[in-house]
């Protein structure tokens, strides 16, 4: 055992040294490979040589890395010296290319291009040297160097005179156009015949450009024919619309009608781009029949065309609806429908995959990705009037469709068929909540582009604009659940982008739904996030959605409330993070808020962190001292001030991190650079966007207090009316030998009537007198709240305000709203106390009086003089 044992250690330690021997091996210095001194002379040139010659030299005896920098270097050696380069340089250059790389090609086509394109002027005879050079390695054996030099061609056509193109480039055409030519050079006969037709009149494009189009249309090689289909459109603009009827329509008639599907396509897809250039009576005669059997044929037989039918569906049909007749409008729809739902199959209502070859139910879910793409255009083609009848159950699949990029795609179209369905955008209420609760969340990404559109859009009935569009809203039904949903499953997954674009869209929700269905499903969520995820942006964008729902909140004990919280859990949370995303807040604030709020409800926290442990808090704070100060107004905050500059005092006196000294030396002197003296009304126009701010504001509390008191008045109304049910039953309910005593109570009860009528009277008198109310602070209620006057009061003076309301008053923006004066939207009740005095004199005096009465009367009146009181 101990023998085995001593083995086993030898065996380890021999293997160990093994190790170090190779990592020794590794870590050897390795000698760089060194240029030999016969090599450094090949690479050395003159210094005595001027640009031209060092040029000639480098592309006759040079290596390759010289050479192409040369013809990298070319345009600016034209621009230094044009007649040398062309006489010296440009042929030294065309022979090099005869044996040069694909780099070298490639980078001797951009420069040619360079220097057809620049404003250098070139001669006549500098032009064709180049274009020589361009058409003759046009045939270039590979095609990447082919299509290079076809492409620095095309775009010099454009840089091109008409008689320069003329001469170098129709004349060698003809023959490249050819049969005898090869492939290569046909299609790029082809595409230069597309590219000139533009330049020159419909005239000279029929006499020399047509003969050269027709052969190529009629090519052996359906590629050819393809291409050449492909150029039709610019033949085309370029002849006009009467020779496009007599000679570009046939043979695209005869294309459509093509063996190959290629070609099929090319000539369809021409079609569609030249609508516009055929009148009615060719689009019913000749197009219609034309592209019918095309779809036809290529549904039941070619697949492969079918994804390219689906994309240019939606431009087809909208070209074409105004020469369709009834038939024929409904049979694109129906075919539309077919496309919509291919390689599908209905089972219990829902839309279900169908076992097909994978490259097959690839094609087949392209075409309904772009039926999806295309819908808001059919829906436009349909008629949003019947929507419901035709296109309904196709949004409705497309919807749930079994593939993720179908249902992407209709998401990131949802806002616009919601646009087209205007007051009836109800319908589709189910399918926007069931895409916030898609499984996937590229879905979500892709509704979430527009959200805030959309929501806005799906809960107004569509019917104006306005102050009274808000008034218009219709709850969206799961609309909540499925928006709070939408975030937990954002939350949840590492994608942050997501998660922040939700909640940056989430600020719109106080124009969507009630303030209490934010305070109690949202707001708690905004600081979950806030102090618990993991990604800044995402916290920073929770943090500004939380300030966006505390401004927009009517209710004075929520804001209070929201507030409180922000400070225990922020301001003074144990985490510096969370301190940290006050500090974010406040930033926020400053430009939500007015000045006067900020300073009453989150200045101080924020000048409380001057003693706080971490540096990097005290290093912000810093940072955000001089946007704090600009928020102070004195007189009346110059508490304020005096605590903001003890706080600069102890950092600059007891502050030891280094970086939170040198930041509030430079904030210092921001500090002072603020002008605190200048008036208020004469500062900047930030100033006049603050007073705006301060009256919505003042706004928000007064339209709150409208409806308590609209509130408080209709819990006493129903009282009252409670009370005269009972009181009318009580009355059907008296005996008949009390009828002595009741006469005697209906005396003594209508002489009160006219005793109350008149301390009504009176009390109306004394409370008539016009009052000018004070400010209301920013969220302090007046005390006309407090001193409530009767029902009766109360009825006359309120109007009727509902949620919807008040919530549009709160988001106008209009001058209107910004100029209503607390005055005259709030109306002062006043309760006097000259009013009370009055009416217990008269009472006192008479009960005097109703002593002398007979008992039963007097029981029955002093019944009725307390109810009164």
């Known amino acids: 055992m101990f023998l085995s044992k001593m083995t086993f250690n030898q065996s380890s330690l021999f293997g160990q040294i093994d190790d170090l021997q190779d990592l020794a091996i590794i870590e050897r210095p390795i000698r760089r490979s060194l240029k030999t001194a016969e090599e450094i002379e090949k690479l050395t040139v003159d210094e005595d040589l001027n640009d031209i010659e060092r040029a000639v030299y480098l592309l006759s005896s040079g290596q390759d890395v010289q050479r192409a920098s040369v013809v990298v270097n070319l345009p600016n050696l034209v621009r230094q010296n044009p007649a040398e380069t062309f006489r010296r340089v440009v042929p030294k250059v065309r022979e090099v290319l ?46 990447v160097v082919s299509n290079a030099w076809l492409e620095t061609l095309l775009s010099a056509i454009d840089a091109l005179p008409k008689e320069t193109i003329r001469q170098e480039i129709l004349n060698p055409l003809v023959s490249k156009a050819q ?26 494009v029929k006499k020399d450009l047509l003969p050269l189009v027709r052969s190529l249309c009629q090519d052996v090689e359906y590629e050819v024919r ?71 044929k290529c549904f039941k037989a070619d697949e492969a065309v079918l994804a390219s039918l689906s994309f240019q569906y939606g431009r087809l049909c909208h070209g074409l609806s105004g020469s369709f007749t009834e038939e024929q409008h409904l049979w694109f729809l129906e075919f539309y429908k077919k496309l919509c739902i291919l390689g599908l199959h209905l089972e219990n209502g829902h839309c279900e995959s169908q076992a097909y070859p994978l490259e097959l139910e690839r094609k087949y879910e392209l075409v309904r990705k772009n039926c999806a793409y295309n819908f808001p255009a059919m ?45 009836n955008v109800h319908y589709i209420h189910k399918e926007l909540v069931a895409l916030l609760q898609d499984d996937s969340l590229e879905v979500l990404d892709a509704l979430t582009n527009t959200l805030q559109e ?44 997501v998660h922040e674009k939700l909640l940056q869209r989430y600020s ?30 995402v916290q920073r964008e929770a943090t500004r959605t939380l300030c966006v729902f505390l401004r927009f909140n009517r209710k004075l004990e929520q804001r209070q409330e929201i507030i409180s919280k922000v400070v225990d859990q922020l301001a003074q949370g144990r985490s510096y993070w969370n301190r940290l995303r006050y500090l974010d807040l406040c930033e926020i604030a400053m430009e939500l808020f007015s000045k006067s709020y900020f300073c009453k409800h989150f200045l101080v926290p924020a000048l409380e962190l001057v003693n706080d442990p971490v540096a990097n808090v005290r290093y912000k704070l810093c940072c955000l001292l001089p946007r704090l100060k600009s928020t102070i107004r004195l007189p009346s905050e110059k508490p304020m001030l005096q605590q903001l500059e003890f706080c600069v005092r102890r950092l600059l006196c007891r502050e030891k991190d280094k970086d939170v000294v040198a930041t509030i030396r430079k904030t210092v002197l921001e500090l002072d650079k603020i002008d605190m003296t200048e008036p208020y009304h004469k500062r900047h126009e930030r100033d006049l966007l603050d007073q705006n701010k301060e009256k919505e504001e003042n706004l928000l509390l007064e339209m709150e207090q409208l409806e308590r008191q609209q509130s408080e008045g209709k819990l006493t109304t129903d009282k009252h009316s409670e009370k005269k049910r009972r009181d009318s039953k009580a009355g059907l309910s008296v005996p008949k030998n009390m009828s002595g005593s009741t006469s005697g109570a209906t005396l003594s009860s209508s002489a009160g009537k006219e005793m109350k009528k008149a301390k009504l009277a009176r009390s109306r008198s004394l409370s008539s007198h016009p009052t000018t109310p004070k400010m209301v602070n920013s969220d302090k209620p007046s005390k006309g709240k407090e001193t409530d006057s009767g029902p009766g009061t109360r009825r ?24 209503t004066t607390p005055s005259a939207s709030m109306p002062v009740l006043i309760r006097s106390n000259t009013t009370n005095t009055l009416e217990h004199r008269s009472n006192g005096s008479k009960d005097t009086q109703s002593r002398k009465l007979s008992i039963q009367r007097k029981s029955n009146s002093f019944g009725m003089q307390s109810g009164r009181e």
């Open 98 to 143: 005869h044996v040069a790389g694909v780099e070298m090609q490639l980078a001797a086509a951009g420069s040619f291009l360079t220097i057809l394109q620049d404003d250098i002027i070139l001669i006549q005879t500098h032009t064709h040297s180049i274009l020589q050079i361009v058409l003759l390695n046009l045939d270039h054996r590979d095609t």
């Open 179 to 204: 049969l005898s030519q090869s492939v290569q050079a046909r299609l790029a006969s082809c595409r230069i015949l597309g590219k000139v037709a533009g330049k020159f009149e419909s005239q000279i």
């Open 226 to 296: 393809s291409c050449m289909c492909h150029q039709l459109e610019n033949i085309a603009r370029g002849i006009g619309v009467d020779h496009t009827k007599a000679v570009v329509l046939p043979e695209l008639v005869e294309l459509a009608r093509d063996e190959g599907s290629t070609v099929r396509l090319s000539a369809f897809d021409t079609i569609v781009n030249l609508l516009e250039m055929f009148d009615n009576d060719d689009r019913t005669r000749v197009i219609f029949p034309l592209v019918k059997a095309f779809c036809e």
């Open 379 to 423: 829906v436009l083609f349909a008629d949003p009037k019947c929507f419901l009848s035709e296109l309904y159950p196709t949004f409705s699949s497309l919807c749930n469709d079994p593939e993720i990029s179908v249902r992407r795609t209709v998401a990131s179209g949802f806002h616009e068929v919601v646009k087209l369905l205007g007051p």
């Open 454 to 497: 959309t929501l806005e859009l799906a809960t107004s009935r569509g019917e104006g604009a306005g102050p009274g569009r808000e008034s218009k809203q219709v709850s969206v039904p799961d609309l909540i659940p499925a928006l709070a949903a939408a975030e937990q499953k954002a939350a949840a997954s590492l994608r942050w982008r």
């Open 508 to 537: 719109c929700l106080p124009r969507i739904i009630s303030g209490d269905q934010i305070y109690f499903r949202f707001l708690q969520r905004m600081f979950t996030i806030i102090t618990t995820n993991n990604a800044l942006p």
């Open 796 to 819: 006359g003076s309120l109007l009727p305000l509902n949620d919807d309301t008040m919530r549009s008053h709160h988001f106008s923006t209009t001058s209107t709203a910004m100029s």
